[in-house]
């Protein structure tokens, strides 16, 4: 039987810059991880594809994922649903391969209790008036909205408390570094390779 | 008042090439944490020097160091003493700099009960077999030690688990690298850097 994969969760507040931290990741050709492309309802932005970016589904194809028990996590945020199939992560992980997520904070929590040996990375924005400046100058989003993402956004920075690592999105370029020297030594945590020491070591001692 | 540092310890058997990974790690002009240089009261080996790969003392004058409570941690292996002077360490961590102790796993539980939040690296050799070869490769020691410090090491192996990361010894290089990506994404944990941030923000939330 295969070692089981590593899951590895990358969440953070909406406009803090996940999703381009996370195709910069994935544009690395020495990352050796999978991602598991989340599911929404919401629309899709300027250059984001279906089946790339994200599933992009309707509230009714989501609602239905939900009834079947086929979801990991999910939540509701700003209207429209986000959340990640169950079946990939788990085939993968059975599989032995470690598997990424990119997802909202309050999923984050879910696949917390769920799997508490994953690794979970908070990325965070330098300060509030920083990610304001980010969401006004994308563009995409009403002042309402902003406003409201800004608040919720607050509260979601106090939640770093419940992950393992912070990586502030300063550059892209230091993020994704960061991110793979927390893989790199989460790979090397004694809880992960004991198992395998003890079987090799045993003939031995 | 600066945040205090971090204290790295990296362990493990005797005869893992502890020594050797050490040097080479600090040898590295990328490395930007300080070594604290042990006691000890065995002889130097060839091309060991005072004051850079340990300080050489006699048994009288270690002990002397434990009784004024002036040691963070000490072991007695093999009929020699090995140790860790406090004054460093402390005045190191007290001025915000991150310290790497290369110690005797009996040293690094102790310093384990007494700084729980410090990293904890435990450097393994491939297996007993290998250990048994460099031991007899290095030809410093007769045939008994040799034994003794085999099976001292095979219990040791499986004190891994006291310890947060398994580095193996395979070549220096791979090691040493190990040894960087563990410090680098162990700056980022969030309970390191959590009071920064909230410091941070609060003017702002």
């Known amino acids: 039987m295969a070692k089981r994969g590593m899951l590895i969760v990358l969440s953070g507040p909406s406009g803090v810059g996940k999703g381009t931290v996370r195709k910069a990741l994935f ?6 991880f999978n991602y598991s492309i989340s599911m929404t309802t919401r629309q899709p932005r300027d250059g984001e594809k279906n089946g790339v970016d994200y599933f992009f589904v309707t509230k009714e194809e989501f609602e239905d994922h939900i009834k079947n028990g086929e979801m990991l996590e999910y939540a509701k945020y700003v209207d429209n649903y986000y959340g990640t199939p169950l079946k990939y992560v788990n085939d993968q992980l059975n599989a032995g391969h470690d598997v990424f997520l990119e997802i909202e904070v309050n999923g984050a929590l879910q696949v917390r209790a769920n799997c508490p040996d ?17 969401l006004v100058g994308r563009g995409t989003d009403n002042i309402d909205i902003i406003n ?3 608040q919720k956004a607050s509260k979601e920075i106090r ?8 990586v502030v999105n ?9 991110i ?17 020491y003890l079987t090799s070591l045993g003939d031995d001692i």
């Open 148 to 150: 409201k993402r800004i």
């Open 159 to 166: 939640m770093m408390q419940n992950y393992d690592y912070a």
């Open 180 to 196: 793979k020297d927390i893989v790199k030594s989460e790979r090397l945590k004694v809880k992960r390779v004991m198992p395998d």
């Open 118 to 134: 994953g690794v979970f990375i908070f990325l965070t924005p330098p300060d509030i008036k920083e990610l304001r400046n980010r």
């Open 27 to 32: 544009e690395d050709p020495t990352v050796d």
């Open 170 to 178: 300063d550059t892209i370029n230091n993020a994704v570094s960061q």
